[in-house]
């Protein structure tokens, strides 16, 4: 999935999230970072702290890459 904004990098981790069967409380007490922020990252906050995005797709299975465009 191509993420082009924090609202598509929300979608793609809500997706995650709902695929593995995870409510949001549950994955607040399993990682430690609060329900509201993981309900803002979800609803594409684009002032949502990186590092515990980042946190949240390791969690999840994620992985998150960066490449230059045309190559």
Do not use: C, H, W
Request: glycine share 8%; charged share 30%; aromatic share 8%.
């Amino acid at each position: 999935m191509k993420i082009t904004d924090s609202k598509s990098l929300g979608q793609a981790i809500r997706k995650r999230r709902k695929e593995l069967k995870y409510t949001q409380a549950y994955l607040s007490d399993f990682t430690g970072l609060s329900v509201t922020f993981i309900s803002d990252v979800e609803r594409g906050k684009p002032t949502a702290e990186i590092q515990k995005t980042i946190k949240l797709l390791n969690i999840l299975g994620m992985d998150l890459f960066v490449e230059n465009r045309g190559q």
